[in-house]
């Protein structure tokens, strides 16, 4: 079972540059989420999905975009890559069947760096 | 909005003792859960435990335990037996019943000293 997998697990961009991070996870969970980890803020929730075709703005969405045309992939897009946008991102997933385990599972992260 | 306080930047504990990390969290629901991620310097989120509001009794999963006060909104894990592998970021995190994402605090750093 391969879980939350997230690609890549390094990139380096130019400043103006667009990219997308890929997420895919295997265990047919409804909700996704990108999140963003910096030093000494935790992470932060960037945009969430609670199912194919529905998507929602977390606390930092600018400069970010996603889509959810499947249940299993839930990419994530910088429209025009900034300096500020450094971090390391993470992916999440998780069912929202309170009989199940209601953790979030997470794919290994993306360190991008913003040049 | 949910928020969720680690007011501790940092701790360190000798192996083979105890730490207690703290967290508190504001929320006016009464159903909700409460977790507990490592994440080692591999980068890897990793759960330790995990604590649904409904139930009473403190989880527990072999070294790592909660106290669990919900009307002080507070949910401190307690290492035991600390070991070197256990020194990590760790994160409490808050989530409502129903569609809604995580909230995490803002961690807390582990060091363990041989």
Redesign the interface.
């Known amino acids: 079972n391969a879980g939350v997998t997230q690609t890549p697990k390094f990139q380096v961009l130019k400043t103006g540059q667009s990219m997308t991070l890929q997420c895919a996870q295997d265990m047919n969970h409804e909700y996704m989420s990108w999140y963003r980890q910096d030093p000494g803020m935790g992470l932060r929730l960037i945009h969430y999905s609670v199912g194919a075709g529905i998507t929602d703005q977390g606390e930092v969405p600018n400069g970010y975009n996603v889509s959810r045309s499947t249940t299993e992939d839930f990419p994530l897009r910088l429209l025009s890559a900034a300096p500020s946008q450094t971090s390391v991102y993470f992916c999440a997933s998780s069912s929202r069947n309170r009989d199940m385990n209601t953790e979030a599972f997470f794919g290994q992260g993306t360190r991008l760096t913003v040049v | 909005a949910q928020t969720v306080t680690?007011s501790q930047?940092e701790m360190s504990v000798q192996e083979a003792e105890t730490v207690t990390l703290s967290c508190t969290y504001d929320t006016s629901e009464s159903d909700y859960?409460l977790?507990w991620y490592k994440q080692p310097p591999s980068?890897?989120?990793i759960?330790v435990i995990?604590q649904e509001a409904y139930k009473q009794q403190n989880a527990t999963e072999n070294r790592f335990s909660v106290n669990f006060q919900k009307a002080a909104k507070s949910f401190s894990l307690k290492i035991s037996d600390s070991q070197l592998g256990d020194a990590a970021m760790y994160?409490c995190?808050y989530?409502r019943?129903?569609?809604t994402?995580?909230?995490?605090?803002?961690?807390t750093r582990l060091s363990v000293i041989a």
Do not use: E, H, S
């Open positions: 680690q930047p859960y977790f980068r890897q989120m759960l995990r994160f995190a989530r019943t129903g569609n994402p995580l909230v995490f605090g803002k961690g």
